[in-house]
C-alpha cells in the first residue's frame, strides 16, 4: 500500500539509527522515531488541508450560514445547523459570538447548540490529524458522531424549552452588531479564484502559526508515553478489561484544556499502547469540546443552569460515543 508519509518515516529511522546510533526498539529510539516521525507529518497535513479547507470557506460567509439557518425548527433545523458546523469549521472563539449571532437572527436555541457543539468539534484540525493517524474509516466514524451528538444535543435542549436561561443581554443586542453587513457579504460572494486562494493561503499560515507549538508539544508527551510508559500499566487503568474506562476517561478529560493538534498525538500514543481507539477519543473529546476556557465563554451568555444541562447532555454523550466506537471497532 501506498504510504504518503514513507519518506518521513525513513528519515526517521535513518536519524535515530544511522546517525544517533540508537536501536529503534529501545525506550530512547522509539520515542525520538515517534517524534521525528510525527512532526514534519502533522505540519504537512495542517498545511495542505486547512489550505484547501480555507479556500472552501472563502463560499461560506458567517452571515450566510445565519441566513441558511433562519426560519429553521426542529429536529431538521438540528440536522442542518450541525452539518453546516462541518463545512463551516470556524473555531470556539469565532462559534461563540455567533452562537449570539443565530439567536438575534431569530434561530431557535436548540438549532443554534447544534450548530455550536459540530462546529469546534468537527473541525478541519480535529479532521486533519485524525485522517493523518488513524485513517480514513476512523475519521469518518468521529464525524458521524460528532454530527450525531451535536444533532441530539441541540435538538434535546430545544425540547426543554430552555430559552429563558440565556442571559438577557443576548436577546437585547441588536442584530447589527454581530457578523458580516448584507454588503460584505455580497463582496464576498464576488471573490475571484486568485483572491480565494489567497485566502485559503492566510487561513493556512494562520492555523499554521497558531497551533504548531501545541502540536510539537503533544508529539513530545505523546513521544515520551510511546517509549516510556509501559504498555501494561496503560491497559490495567483504562484497558478494555476495565467496563469503566470510557467514564474515567471523559471525566479525566472534562477539566483538562488542550488545543486539538496537541491531545491527537497523545491520543495516538495511547492507542499505540493498547488502550481502545473509543476509550480514547471519548477522552479526546471531553478535552476538546468540554474544556474550563470554552465553559469559561459560554458562561458570559449562558446561565449556570443552561449551562450545567449542556456539560451534562455533552459529557453522556461523549461516554456514549466511547462506548459505540469500542463495540464497533472492537
Known sequence: MFDPFYLFNWLATQIVTRFLGLPINSHLGASLHFFLYDVPKVLTLLLVISFLVGTVQ?????????????????????VLAATVGIITPFCFCSAVPLFIGF?????????????????????????????GIFGLKVTLLYIG?????????GYTIGQLKLEHWVEPFVWQLQRAHSGLTQDQTIA???????????????QSHQIVQSVWLYAVVGIAIGAGIH???????ITQVAGADNPLAVPIAVLLGVPLYANVAGIMPITEALVNKGLPLGTVLAFTMAVTALSLPEMIILRKVLRPQLLAVFISLMTIGIISVGYLFNLLLG
Open 227 to 233: 517509549g516510556y510508559i509501559p504498555t501494561a500499566f
Open 145 to 153: 458522531f460528532g454530527v450525531a451528538l451535536a444533532i441530539g444535543a
Open 103 to 131: 439567536l438575534e437572527a431569530g434561530i431557535p436555541l436548540g438549532i443554534t447548540f447544534s450548530y455550536l457543539i459540530s462546529a469546534p468539534m468537527v473541525n478541519e484540525v480535529a479532521v486533519i490529524l485524525l485522517w
Open 58 to 78: 472563502s463560499f461560506l460567509q458567517p452571515e450566510r450560514v445565519r441566513q441558511w439557518l433562519a426560519g429553521k425548527r426542529t429536529l431538521g433545523g438540528n
Open 188 to 202: 464576498a460572494e464576488h471573490l475571484t479564484w486568485e483572491q480565494r486562494l489567497q485566502q485559503g493561503w492566510y
